[in-house]
């Protein structure tokens, strides 16, 4: 690019990925993987299995699974889990709080499904702002047990904004939760939820492609339920059924080929955060990393965090809107200098950066990167 405003090396932060998602992996990761006999092997040979089922009994010390709750994972990452909610898991009626992109593609999803109601939809933060409203932007906007709601459905953490809900029970259906890029960046009580949901490429530093539900036993007898319900003559293709996924989850194995190479590096990662002192430990490096970029935002009147409730701040995805500068000048300036994926979610038009603060990002190169920008902004 011409007119590269060249940072010195030692301001360059060691590792400069802050992608939020696919998110940058830890380098002993990507070693074991290379070095693991298990790639080009079959997934139904006890050395794969063994694999899974280690990854599903990580995840259920990771995050103290209650009594009776199942570690369920399925081919498609999140996308198709919102498909395989709408098939095998919503009875008739679901209500969506939504307050950003992912939010509203569940809700889409919901909304084409055939065989349901109209769901009832719940427009907050930039979504309710689009409208011309000023609402809260979580869970807050979920109606309270209403007759015919059979699922209440929101994000843990919108990536599109970086927005937070905090992860409570609402009464009267089953609890459906994206915490897609949140799960593992946070402590989470995960009897509030009945399905609490993700996809691998973000906290938990592995790929695309998988999604893994925490399903409480009233999820899984729903599944079942809508499965033998008589005469419903809903279609349900066996990779959309929750149950189907349940039965093979529970053999430690996925119903159709999975990518061996994201099972490697999605198990090492849990050990790696169960090591370090599980998810107490994650929240700390998740908050230490955004409250220095959260400080940044607040030392420079030309910046400001595009969420500006505190509480509803997000401490693994930091959105910073810029006022006076063009933010799309700094992130290809920093781009030039190997700094990537600073750039705004696509569809959201801010003009800002996001910044991701999952476990994987050392606190010193957040520090770094906050250096780095102070660079640029002062040479445009
Ligand atoms: C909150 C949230 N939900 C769902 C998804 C979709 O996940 P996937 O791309 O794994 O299907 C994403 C992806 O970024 C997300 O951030």
Request: charged share 20%; aromatic share 6%; glycine share 8%.
């Amino acid at each position: 690019m011409e007119n590269t405003v060249l940072i010195p090396t030692d301001l360059l932060p060691k590792n400069r990925k802050f992608g939020s998602g696919p998110s940058s992996i830890r380098k002993t990761s990507l070693a074991k993987l290379a070095d693991s006999d298990l790639m080009g092997t079959s997934h139904r040979q006890a050395p794969v299995k063994n694999l899974v089922a280690s990854l599903r009994h990580s995840l259920a010390e990771l995050f103290s699974l209650p009594d009776g709750y199942e570690v369920v994972l399925g081919n498609g990452g999140a996308t198709t889990f919102w498909a395989v909610a709408a098939s095998s898991l919503i009875r008739e009626r679901s209500a969506h709080a939504v307050f950003g992109s992912f939010g509203a593609k569940f809700a889409q999803t919901v909304s084409g499904a055939p065989h349901l109601k109209d769901p009832a939809i719940e427009l907050g933060g930039i979504s309710a702002r689009a409208q011309g409203q000023e609402t809260a932007s979580d869970i807050a906007l979920l109606p309270g047990e209403q007759e015919g709601i059979d699922a209440y459905c929101y994000p843990a953490h919108e990536t599109s904004t970086g927005a937070l809900s905090p992860v409570q029970r609402v009464a009267g259906g089953l609890n459906l939760v994206d915490a897609t890029s949140i799960a593992g960046g946070v402590q989470v009580d995960i009897s509030q939820t009945d399905v609490y949901y993700f996809s691998g490429q973000k906290c938990f530093a592995a790929e695309g492609g998988l999604w893994v539900a925490l399903a409480s036993p009233a999820a899984q007898e729903r599944a079942q339920e809508i499965k033998e319900a008589p005469g419903s003559g809903r279609w349900i293709p066996p990779v959309l059924d929750f149950s189907v996924a349940l039965k093979n989850s529970v053999k430690n194995q996925t119903l159709n080929t999975p990518s061996i190479g994201n099972l490697i590096l999605w198990e090492d990662q849990v050990q790696w955060m169960l090591a370090e002192g599980g998810l107490a430990a994650m929240e700390k490096r998740t908050r230490q990393s955004s409250a220095v970029l959260y400080e940044w935002a607040a030392s420079r009147p030309e910046v400001c965090p595009f969420i500006s409730n505190p509480l509803e701040q997000s401490p693994v995805v930091v959105t910073i809107d810029f006022k006076d500068i063009d933010a799309d000048t700094v992130i290809a300036q920093l781009r030039a200098n190997g700094i990537v994926d600073i750039d705004p979610y696509r569809a959201l038009g801010q003009n800002q950066i996001r910044v991701a603060c999952f476990p994987n990002i050392e606190v010193a190169d957040t520090q770094a990167l906050t250096a780095c920008l102070d660079y640029v902004i002062d040479r445009l």
